[in-house]
């Protein structure tokens, strides 16, 4: 399990995400990235059902569910919340929206955890290129940056963390030293498809 406590974004304006691989089914509840309170069950959390590959967003009172995540291959997951209304947190997979869930007041912002949550719904698998803002995304913007080998410049990146290996892969590449906590052993794996440094070029120029 990662985590972070420090610096973190408003809990109704934010945008977490990075490329996940899932090693093994666990045939049970995953939790991918949360974001709240830093135990109990409320956080906004992209996570799978009890199947372990129905992707859901929880909210710590709503459950909805949308498409199916693979296993043994890489993936790509955003959790956006863009209010503090109904409607107003989404779950990207691979740069499409895939569930739209509700904005819950019972949240506080406390702790962002990845690959796990304080319920102990871990995962068993391979995270990359997690890159945190303290604004909502849109699907394009998301889009582009699925597609590049590190984040362009945003005022709004308050943490990115490229999982380099060895003792540099908790490091935050953002310039902020807000780096990541751990839990349990980690081991350097190979690493999702990015772009190459003429496709960065080209990015860059585009945004």
């Known amino acids: 399990m990662l985590t972070r ?6 809990i109704g304006s934010f945008t977490i995400m990075g490329w996940f691989f899932m090693s093994v089914d666990r045939n049970d509840y995953t939790g991918f990235i949360a974001f709240g309170d830093s135990s109990g069950g409320n956080q906004q959390e992209i996570m799978t059902d009890a199947d372990g590959t129905t992707l859901a967003l ?4 709503n459950f909805p569910t949308g498409a199916s995540v693979p296993v043994g291959q890489w993936f790509h997951l955003a959790l956006v919340g863009a209010g503090t209304g109904s409607g107003s947190v989404f779950a990207y997979l691979n740069g499409k929206l895939a569930i739209t869930g509700d904005y819950s007041g019972a949240i506080s912002a406390q702790t962002i955890f990845f690959g796990n949550d304080p319920t102990v719904e871990w995962f068993n698998g391979r995270i990359a290129q997690v890159e945190i803002y303290n604004r909502p995304l849109s699907a394009a913007e998301i889009n582009l940056r699925i597609i590049a080998d590190r984040p362009p410049i ?7 963390y490229p999982m380099n290996p060895g003792s540099a892969r908790l490091l935050d590449s953002s310039g ?3 780096h990541l906590i751990a839990s349990g052993t980690l081991t350097d794996e190979p690493g999702p498809p990015l772009a190459t440094a003429r496709m960065r070029r080209l990015l860059t120029q585009r945004l």
């Open 5 to 10: 406590t420090a610096g973190l974004p408003p």
């Open 176 to 178: 902020l030293g807000r």
């Open 154 to 160: 945003d005022r709004a990146l308050i943490g990115y």
């Open 58 to 61: 929880w909210n710590g009172f």
